[in-house]
C-alpha cells in the first residue's frame, strides 16, 4: 500500500512534467509582448485577427518586465511587437537600438505628441493626469490649482503618492522640463511630506485607501479613476482636473514599436497599421477603457470630454526619456 | 536493546563506505548539480560588473542604503528566529496529536505555503487597512513561511527512533531533558529550514509592496519598474547575495555536529504523555491566522468583490498548466536533491556540507533575475532555442527552488546512517540493493516532504513565470496577477481558491503517509 502510493505520487509527478512539456506554444504569425491593461489589447488583438486572419500570439506582463525581457533576449526576442502603457518604457528600449523604424504615413495619422522621438513608436491611446480626491474631506474650493500646489503644508496627511507607479515617472520627469532639477528636488521633498506614512505601490491602491476615507487626495491618469468608478461606484472618490496648460496636465502615451529582428516584421507593420487606422482608433473609443484614441479624427470615448478640456501640458512624451532621469530625481530624495 | 550513539562529521567508520561503489559518483554528481543551480549567480556577476564603478557607487552609497540594510537583516533576523519557534512548535503539537488528527491538522498548517504571500498581505491589509511596516511584514512573512521549519521537524520527528527516549524515561530524565533530545533530532530540520525563511525573506517582493515596507528586493524592482535597469537591479541582488552568504554562514555551526540517537526502531506512538488541549489550541490559532485570514479575504472578494472591467476566464487550463509545470519541478528538485543530500550524510566530511550550503544562495537571488538569467543564456549560447518553452520554465523553477527540496531531503537523511548500509553489505547484500533495501526507505518522508514542498511552491510563483512561460498559456499565479493588478478583485479570487485547493492535494497526501508510517516502518527495515 505505501509502495503502491509513493510511486502513485512519482509517476503522477513524471505524467505532469511530460504532459506540461508535451504543449508547446502555437504557431503564431505574429507574437505581441503587451505591457497595456489587457481589457483594451485583447479587443483589439481580437479585431486585428478578425480582419486579416493572421494569429496573434499576446503575452501580457508588466512594461517593466517585458522591457528587461526584451533587453535579455536582445537579437533573438521572439516578440514583433511591443505594446506598452507609458513612453518611457519604449524610449528605453529605442535606446537600446531595439526598435525599427516606422514608416512616416503610418506616424502622420497619430497627433504629434503620440510620435516617438526618434519615429520608433507610435501612441496607440492617450489620457490625462488629474486630481483624485476625497469629497467627505476636501471641497472643490480647497483643492490645489496645480500640481505645484501639492507641495503645499497645507495638503500633509492628506497627500497619498505612489512614488513607483509607471505613471508617476512622466510626471516627474515633465516637472523637472518645466521647473529644472533643483526645483524638481524642493518639490519632490515637500510632497513627500506631505505624503509621510501614505506612499502605496500604485494608483488602484491610492484609489481604494481613498475610498476607505485613509487618503484625502492624489494625482494619477484619469482613466483610472472612470476605471475605479465603473467597477465601485464610490461617491466620496471625485476627479479635478489642474487648471488648464499647468505642467500636471501630462498626456501619457500607451505606445506600440516593432523590434528590430521582428521574425514577421511584415505581420507586425500590419498590426501597427491596423493599430492607428481608423478602425483601430475607433475601437480604442469605444473599448470602454477610459483612454483616448491618438488619431485627431477619431471619436471622442463616450461618456468622456474632450481631450482639449483639460488643458493638456505641452510636454511631449519625447522629452520623458527613459524614465532615467526621473528615477535619479526619486531616488534622490529617497521616494524610491 | 537500545544502541544510542554520538557520531561526528568525519569520524573514523566512514573509511570502509569511501571504497564503496557509489562514493566513485556521489560527490561529481552533487558538485555538477550544485554547479547547475548556481549558474544565475554568473549571469548576476556579469551582469552587476558591466556597471562603471562610480554607478555602483552611486546605487550603494546612499542613506537608503543603510536604511534599506537595517529593514532588511532586522526582518530576515526577527522572520526566521519567530518561523523557527513556531515552525518548532507546530511539529511538536502535531506529533503530540493522534495520527488521525495529525492527518486532518497536518494540511491546515502545511497549506499556508501554497498561499502566495501578496495574498496574505492582501488578506490582512483587507481586514486591517493600516497595517503596515515592520510589524506588518514581520507578521505576514511568518505566518507564510513557518511551514517552512514545521514540515521537516514533523517529518524528522516522525522519523525519529524514539528508544532513547524510552530510555531516558526509564532513567529518570527530567520533561526538560527530553525535550533536549527531542531538539537534537529535529535540529537539523529546524536549523535548516529557517535559513530557507531568512532567504526567503531576502528574495521577497509582492508581500512587501503591499505593506510598503522597503527591503534590498523590493528596491531592486524598483530600478527595473522606473528606470528599466537590469544593471543596476543586478548589482542590488549581488549585496542579497552576500546577506544570504552571511546567513549561511551563521547556519553552518548551528547545525552540526549532532546528537543521533539509534536503536531499535520507531515508537508505535508519538509522545502523548502530555496534554492535547494545549497542542489543539496552539494549531487552531496558527491555522485560523495562516490559512483563515487568507482564506476569508479570498471569500470577501469573491463575494463582495466589484464588478470588474474584464471578461471572466475558465480557471481549468491555468489550473493544468500550473500543475503540470508545478509537478514536473517538483520531481526534478528530488531527484537532483538526493545526491546532495547523500553527500552530506554523516561520515562524508566537509564538502557535503559546502557543496549544499552553497546551492542555497540561489534562494535569495529574486525570481525576476533567475529568468532573466536564463533569458540570457539561451539568446547568448543558444540561439534563443528552447526558449519560453515548458522545458525551461520547469527548469527555472527547479533552480528556484532546488533548496527547498533540498533541506527536507537533507532531514531524512541526517537521520540515516551508513552503519545501517554496511550493516546490510557485511550480510552480503550489494551496495545497490543494500541502499535500495535500507537507506532508500528511510528517506521516503524526506523525499515526499520535497516533492510536496517544491510543488506548492512552484505553484505560487509569478515573477519568473511571467518571463519564462510559453506564450499562450497561463497559470493561475498569471491569471491571478492579470486580474488582481488591473484591480478586478473579484475575478482574480476563483485563480487564488484553486491555487489553495491544488495546494490542498500532495499536503493530504503527505498527512495520509504520515498518519501510515509508524506502524509500518519496522517490516521495511
Given at each position: 500500500m505505501r509502495k503502491c502510493f509513493v510511486s502513485l505520487l512519482i509517476s503522477g509527478s513524471a505524467l505532469g512534467l511530460l504532459s506540461g512539456c508535451a504543449?508547446?506554444?502555437?504557431?503564431?504569425?505574429l507574437t505581441v509582448y503587451s505591457g497595456q491593461h489587457p481589457q483594451l489589447m485583447a479587443k483589439l488583438v481580437a479585431a486585428f485577427e478578425a480582419k486579416t486572419a493572421i494569429p496573434v500570439a499576446l503575452r501580457s506582463a508588466s512594461e517593466q518586465v517585458l522591457v528587461s525581457q526584451v533587453l535579455a533576449e536582445a537579437?533573438?526576442?521572439?516578440?514583433?511587437v511591443v505594446v506598452t502603457e507609458n513612453a518611457p518604457a519604449m524610449n528605453a528600449l529605442a535606446e537600446h537600438h531595439l526598435l525599427a523604424p516606422l514608416p512616416a504615413e503610418q506616424l502622420a495619422r497619430v497627433v504629434k505628441e503620440a510620435r516617438g522621438p526618434s519615429r520608433q513608436w507610435l501612441g496607440v491611446s492617450r489620457r490625462v493626469n488629474v486630481l483624485v480626491y476625497d469629497a467627505r474631506r476636501l471641497q472643490p474650493s480647497q483643492?490645489?490649482?496645480?500640481?505645484?500646489?501639492?507641495?503645499?503644508?497645507?495638503f500633509k496627511g492628506l497627500l497619498g503618492l505612489a512614488p513607483g507607479e509607471s505613471d508617476f515617472s512622466p510626471v516627474v520627469a515633465a516637472y523637472e522640463h518645466v521647473h529644472g532639477q533643483a526645483a524638481t528636488l524642493t518639490w519632490l521633498t515637500a510632497m513627500k511630506a506631505n505624503a509621510a506614512g501614505h506612499l502605496l505601490p500604485d494608483n488602484e491602491a491610492l484609489l481604494s485607501q481613498i475610498a476607505l476615507g485613509q487618503l484625502g487626495l492624489a494625482t494619477m491618469d484619469q482613466y483610472y479613476w472612470y476605471r475605479f468608478h465603473h467597477d465601485t461606484a464610490h461617491a466620496r472618490v471625485k476627479m479635478a482636473a489642474f487648471a488648464p496648460g499647468g505642467t500636471g496636465n501630462v498626456i501619457g502615451v500607451s505606445a506600440a514599436g516593432i523590434t528590430r529582428q521582428a521574425p514577421h516584421a511584415k505581420a507586425a507593420r500590419a498590426f501597427l497599421d491596423f493599430l492607428s487606422s481608423a478602425e483601430g482608433q475607433r475601437i480604442v473609443a469605444n473599448s470602454g477603457a477610459f483612454e483616448y484614441p491618438t488619431s485627431p479624427s477619431a471619436p471622442t470615448p463616450?461618456?468622456?470630454?474632450?481631450?482639449s478640456q483639460y488643458g493638456p501640458s505641452s510636454v511631449s512624451p519625447a522629452v520623458m526619456g527613459s524614465g532615467r532621469s526621473a528615477l535619479n530625481l526619486l531616488q534622490a530624495v529617497q521616494l524610491l | 536493546m537500545s544502541l544510542v550513539a554520538l557520531e561526528r562529521p568525519g569520524g573514523k567508520q566512514s573509511s570502509s563506505w569511501r571504497r564503496s561503489l557509489k562514493s566513485r559518483w556521489l560527490a561529481p554528481a552533487a558538485i555538477a548539480i550544485a554547479l547547475g543551480v548556481l549558474s544565475p549567480l554568473l549571469f548576476l556577476v556579469l551582469q552587476a560588473f558591466s556597471v562603471g564603478r562610480s554607478d555602483l557607487a552611486a546605487i550603494l552609497w546612499r542613506s537608503l542604503t543603510a536604511r534599506l540594510l537595517i529593514n532588511t537583516v532586522g526582518l530576515v533576523v526577527a522572520v526566521s528566529v519567530s518561523a523557527a519557534v513556531l515552525g518548532s512548535m507546530v511539529a511538536i503539537w502535531l506529533d503530540r496529536l493522534s495520527p488521525r488528527m495529525a492527518r486532518f491538522i497536518l494540511p491546515l498548517v502545511v497549506l499556508p505555503v501554497a498561499i502566495p504571500d501578496f495574498l496574505v498581505s492582501y488578506g490582512w491589509r483587507t481586514l486591517f487597512p493600516a497595517l503596515h511596516g515592520f510589524g506588518a511584514a514581520c507578521l505576514v512573512m511568518v505566518l507564510a513561511s513557518f511551514p517552512l521549519v514545521g514540515l521537516p521537524a514533523f517529518a524528522a520527528l516522525r522519523g525519529m527512533d524514539r528508544s532513547a527516549l524510552e530510555v531516558a524515561q526509564s532513567l529518570g530524565a527530567s520533561r526538560w531533558r527530553r525535550g533536549v533530545l527531542i531538539f537534537a533530532q529535529i535540529r537539523s530540520a529546524v536549523v535548516g529550514g529557517s535559513l530557507l525563511v531568512a532567504l526567503v525573506v531576502l528574495a521577497e517582493y509582492g508581500a512587501f509592496e503591499i505593506l510598503g515596507f522597503q527591503t534590498f528586493t523590493t528596491e531592486i524592482f524598483t530600478q527595473f519598474k522606473v528606470g528599466f535597469d537590469a544593471t543596476g537591479a543586478c548589482a542590488l541582488s549581488l549585496v542579497v547575495v552576500l546577506l544570504s552568504i552571511l546567513a549561511v554562514g551563521i547556519e553552518l555551526p548551528l547545525s552540526g555536529p549532532r546528537l543521533h540517537l539509534r536503536g531499535s526502531g520507531p515508537l508505535k506512538e508519538g509522545d502523548r504523555s502530555r496534554s492535547q488541549v494545549g497542542a489543539f489550541l496552539g494549531l487552531g490559532i496558527t491555522a485560523a491566522l495562516g490559512l483563515g485570514v487568507p482564506l476569508g479575504a479570498i471569500a470577501y472578494l469573491m463575494l463582495a468583490g466589484p464588478p470588474a472591467s474584464l471578461p471572466s476566464a475558465s480557471v481549468f487550463a491555468p489550473l493544468w498548466h500550473s500543475a503540470s509545470y508545478a509537478a514536473g519541478a517538483a520531481l526534478i528538485v528530488t531527484l537532483a536533491a538526493l545526491p546532495v543530500a547523500l553527500l552530506t550524510r554523516r561520515g562524508s566530511g566537509r564538502l557535503g556540507q559546502i557543496v549544499e550550503r552553497f546551492t542555497f544562495l540561489v534562494m535569495a537571488v529574486p525570481g525576476l533575475v533567475v529568468a532573466l538569467g536564463f533569458t540570457w543564456a539561451t539568446q547568448r549560447f543558444g540561439r534563443g532555442f528552447g526558449y519560453q518553452s515548458a522545458w525551461l520554465l520547469i527548469a527555472a523553477y527547479s533552480v528556484i527552488f532546488f533548496p527547498l527540496g533540498l533541506v527536507s531531503v537533507r532531514a531524512s537523511v541526517a537521520q540515516s546512517s551508513y552503519r545501517f548500509e554496511e550493516l546490510a553489505r557485511s550480510l552480503g547484500a550489494s551496495p545497490s540493493a543494500a541502499f535500495r533495501r535500507v537507506t532508500l526507505p528511510m528517506l521516503v518522508p524526506g523525499i515526499l516532504s520535497a516533492l510536496s514542498l517544491v510543488f506548492l511552491a512552484a505553484l505560487t510563483e509569478l515573477t519568473a513565470t511571467l518571463v519564462l512561460i510559453p506564450t499562450g498559456s497561463s497559470t493561475l499565479s498569471s491569471e491571478f496577477w492579470t486580474f488582481e493588478t488591473n484591480a478586478s478583485y473579484g475575478q482574480a479570487a476563483p485563480f487564488a481558491l484553486a491555487m489553495v485547493l491544488l495546494g490542498a492535494v500532495p499536503t493530504v497526501a503527505l498527512s495520509r503517509y504520515f498518519d501510515r508510517r509508524p506502524s509500518r516502518q519496522g517490516a521495511d527495515i
Open positions: 504543449k508547446t506554444s502555437p504557431s503564431a504569425s537579437d533573438h526576442s521572439p516578440a514583433d483643492l490645489p490649482s496645480s500640481i505645484e500646489d501639492l507641495a503645499e503644508p497645507r463616450k461618456g468622456l470630454p474632450p481631450i | -
